[in-house]
């Protein structure tokens, strides 16, 4: 059982980056799926989630209009389409699995039963 979260990279405050969330071993359909970062210093955040269904979506208020989570259950992936980068968010970020809840639910924040390695993003001139 196995999640990796890939796609970060450096890029000018305004960019953009694609985070993927691959899972293996096991499948992602009934599961919801929640991003957390972590920014030097700071203290872990959840950042956003989406429910198993894909119908339920939230974000933390900083990156509300800007961030998109969806999903592809056929690719047992979940990615985190982040525009208008800014510099505060430069972190690591993870994705994480927390228990099963209802197909319409997440929260970003709560306990997660696994978690994958991060990827760093930095927004930077």
């Known amino acids: 059982v196995q999640l990796q979260a890939s796609g970060g990279g450096s890029v000018q405050p305004g960019g953009s980056l694609r985070l993927s969330c691959v899972a293996s071993?096991?499948?992602?359909?009934?599961?919801?799926i929640v991003w957390f970062r972590q920014a030097p210093g700071k203290e872990r955040e959840g950042v956003s989630c989406i429910s198993s269904s894909g119908d339920n979506t939230q974000y933390k208020d900083s990156v509300k209009g800007r961030f998109t989570i969806s999903r592809d259950n056929a690719r047992n992936t979940v990615y985190l389409q982040m525009n208008s980068l800014k510099p505060e968010d430069t972190a690591v970020y993870y994705c994480?699995?927390?228990?099963?809840?209802?197909?319409?639910?997440?929260?970003?924040?709560?306990?997660?039963?696994?978690w994958g390695k991060g990827t760093l993003v930095t927004v930077s001139s």
């Open positions: 071993g096991f499948s992602l359909d009934f599961y919801a």
């Open positions: 994480a699995v927390p228990p099963l809840v209802g197909r319409d639910d997440c929260a970003i924040a709560g306990h997660m039963d696994f």
